[in-house]
């Protein structure tokens, strides 16, 4: 069905530019009131997600006209739901996923980037997202964790692939490893049988070689009998628990991300953050482990003829609602010294970071500009450092803050409150 | 449409490649126009320059913020706002703000009630300009229309910059009338063309005394957001009637008492579309209301200055609508509901889930007048809703129409409106219908709509203004460059 399925709720599009903002009631003043990247860099209305909507409607209606604009507009966005989010409070339509799809029809249709199609041809050759320089499982090499792919083990730790290869990085895996190994859990990793999860695949459009990942990932899962897998990444928690749902690949395969499963550990018990940690620091919400981790809906109806859009059975939006927001701060404040300081946008109104999407590839400036953005809220909260909960976040908002502020995984300052 | 290779580099060289577009491919994220271009201007220097340049090439131009719906004519050059998006000033002292067009209401109210003001943000949301001139849910105390806007900053249709008021004398923005030109007349208009030819650039808006909290304390994640407390000295209730004259006579004392933060004469349709959070539950929440009223009623906040006088208005309150045996909505009375409604009435206005959410198109009459006379018009029109809704080409309200008084007077708004599936074309043709005979029954019987008629045709019933105007146009606007007709939302 691709796009066209979408066709009523890009109709709906009463072009209010709710999209633009944060929800209303939230908007704390003057500052920090944007929600989309993507308009706020780029300006002409088109560059929003209502502007893309009826773009996307106008073409399904006229035919596909590509131009070199058309594709600006497409890739220079992270896809990162906040668009819809807003759209959402008080509107009944779907939003990114008509984006989603239109971006996968250029795919489809050839109409490709060249910086995501070097970014997939990795992909292609080496299962990761990010250039794959020595062997995957290199960074745990002494650290006797157990190969999930030929021992049993209760949870499967999957680090994805900018964890596994990025050498800054490779300290989150490590902080995750040891956390897991206090708390006593019976886990492993893939090691080099790891393989990428294909969410970002998937949000920059390639949707073939996002289930390809997908297949290859269910697999080995089924393979190992495993049942539960805990993700670092929160571009890999998305794919493993919506994205896998959405294409009937995830089985009853229970996904935590390392936040919501150190959450349990401590609320079992399992796990005490008895050391002090003196540190002042804001949170930043990963979209993917936010507002577009909220579990997907298995739907299929009709609409119902007449004045209303509305369906037979009713359809159930995700609007953000059930995204994980607590567990990560609930994790923060349970660590003695931590002090927790709000930014403006948080949870599901949460500003991206800037990599989302394939932008840190096909735009890197665009990804920096919207990662500074957030490292000035931050800032403007008078923390010492950001805390996330995804090494892409991590990454690019480091890149911004460069000496300016400490950016933080959660998993390291845990690692700090356990040692 | 599109411009050619040297006047498009004209318009590029006053806001540089990033802010110009002709590419036809963003044309439908706008309008379902072709545009002779896209152009996103960053200050008043830069939109005098373009206008200066239509004029030059005889190019239509049209200025927009936020967006909404628009009609416009193919081959116009959309200045977007956009880029003009700063606050100026907020002057406490003399209770005003100065605003760029692309500021919202939602950001101006946030830094206005951290300052203890507030402002009337409009019907249309505040999702809105801040500089939107019109009407909205805090006219009882805020006023409405032109009485808002103060000093005013202007690019005539020719690019000339006109300053109102007292900005027209000094650096202060306080007054659009004086010391300085005073050119209300013709920088607004309540009749067709409603709109003023050229572009406002900056304008004061008037700020007035808040009583409540610096900012709600909303929780919760969206679309279930609820306040975690009413804050104190405030009260919001809604009540029904049972006849339109009581509900009149109650609305006009309480207008006589000064008592309401806001009075808004809804019915439980619309209560129903504020407090829910999808279509579904919008009409079961809206069936289940209307056999909890009694009849026509209105939804009121109380807001206090200090305890007692909360007290005084409340217990006015209570006792007018006790005498014109008002009833009060016990739904609206739960603290979580109650606290929705006050939240979205002041800091949301509310439209978008009113007007679009349902079917995603709405047909409106708004009416300026006596509300007494007006309120008489709108049971007939909501009379004549009932077939449509019968049919099921427009979404069941009730039959509902809205209004207020504005400040806390017998003139006032009424409004009535047809939500309806715009991809149905049996709906659209029967609404468009409902709207012209509406209107048509306004004006005939002398109620001064805002109709959707051409001026010229409601011109002679009004003095002849549309002749007047065309002089006045066409004297600003010697090129006819800019649009005599439309809002600028």
Known sequence: MGLEQYKGDMDMCCRCSACKFIPLQKVAGFSYANVCPSISRFNFHSYSGGGRVNIGAAMLRDGFKYSDRLLDIVYNCQMCGACGVSCNYAMDMEVLEPIQEFRIKCVEDGKTNPALDKAIATLRKSGSMVPATGKRGEWASGLKLKNAAKEKVDVLYHVGCLTSYDKGMQKLAKAAAKILQKADINFGIAGDSETCCGGRAYQMGYRKDFLNQAKKNAALIKKAGIKTVVTTCADGYQAFKVLYDKYGLKGKLEVFHISEYIDKLVKDGRLKLGKKVDISVTYHDPCRLGRLGEPWIHWAGKKIPGDRFVFDPPKIYRRGTYGVYEPPRRVLKSIPGVKLTEMTRIREYSWCCGAGGGVTESNPEFAKWTAADRVEEAKSTGAEAIVTACPWCVRTLSTAAGSSMKVYDIVELVERAIQ | ?489
């Open chain 2, 1 to 489: 449409m599109a411009l050619s290779k040297d006047i498009y580099s004209q318009f590029e060289d006053v806001v540089g490649e990033e802010n110009i577009c002709d590419d036809p491919v963003i044309m439908p994220s706008y309008h379902s126009t072709e545009f002779a271009a896209v152009i996103l201007p960053k200050n008043t220097r830069e939109v005098q320059s373009i206008v200066r340049l239509c004029n030059k090439h005889k190019l239509r131009f049209r200025p927009v913020c936020t967006g909404w719906s628009g009609m416009f004519q193919p081959g116009t050059l959309y200045l977007d706002l956009r880029r003009m998006n700063r606050i100026i000033e907020i002057n406490e002292k003399n209770m005003y703000a100065v605003v760029e067009p692309y500021v919202i209401s939602a950001q101006l109210q946030a830094e206005l009630m951290k300052r203890g003001m507030h402002f009337n943000v409009k019907g249309a949301g505040t999702n809105c300009s801040a500089m939107l001139r019109g009407h909205g849910h805090l006219d009882q105390v805020a006023s409405g229309d032109d009485r808002n806007h103060l000093a005013i900053e202007w690019v005539t249709p020719e690019g000339e910059i006109v300053r109102s008021g007292s900005l027209g004398s000094s650096n202060e923005w306080f007054s659009g009338d004086g010391p300085g030109p005073s050119i209300r007349s013709i920088l607004t208009s309540a009749v067709p063309p409603g709109v003023t030819p050229g572009v406002f650039t900056k304008a004061a808006v008037k700020a007035y005394h808040w009583p409540g909290p610096l900012k709600f304390p909303v929780v919760g994640e969206s679309p279930n957001y609820s306040l975690s407390e009413i804050p104190p000295n405030m009260m919001a209730r809604y009540y029904s009637f049972p006849s339109v004259e009581k509900m009149w006579q109650a609305e006009i004392r309480l207008g006589e008492n000064e008592i309401c933060f806001e009075l808004m004469g809804f019915n439980v349709a619309m209560v129903a579309a504020n407090i829910t959070t999808c279509n579904e539950q919008e009409e079961k929440v809206f069936k289940q209301m209307s056999k909890e009223v009694q009849g026509p009623g209105f939804f009121v906040i109380i807001a206090g200055n200090s305890a007692a006088d909360y007290q005084y208005k409340k217990k006015v309150l209570e006792q007018i609508v006790r005498e014109n045996d008002g009833k009060s909505l016990k739904s609206v009375e739960d603290p979580r509901t109650e606290g929705i409604l006050l939240c979205q009435c002041i800091r949301i206005s509310a439209s978008i889930r009113e007007t679009f959410r349902p079917g995603g198109a709405f047909s409106s009459i708004p009416v300026m007048g006596q509300r007494d006379l007006t309120i008489r018009w709108a049971v007939g029109a909501g009379k004549a809703k009932e077939p449509l809704i019968e049919k099921g080409l427009i979404v069941d309200d009730g039959g509902a129409f809205f209004g207020w008084g504005v400040e806390q007077g017998h003139l006032g708004k009424t409004e009535i409106f047809c939500k309806f599936d715009p991809q149905n074309p049996e709906a659209k043709a029967a609404v468009e219908a409902w709207n012209k005979e509406q209107s048509a029954r306004a004006f005939k019987e002398k109620y001064f709509a805002m109709l959707m008629a051409p001026p010229s045709e409601i011109g002679p019933g009004l003095s002849n203004y549309h002749l007047w105007w065309d002089k006045i146009h066409k004297a600003i606007d010697p090129n006819g460059v800019s649009p005599s007709a439309g809002a600028l939302v």
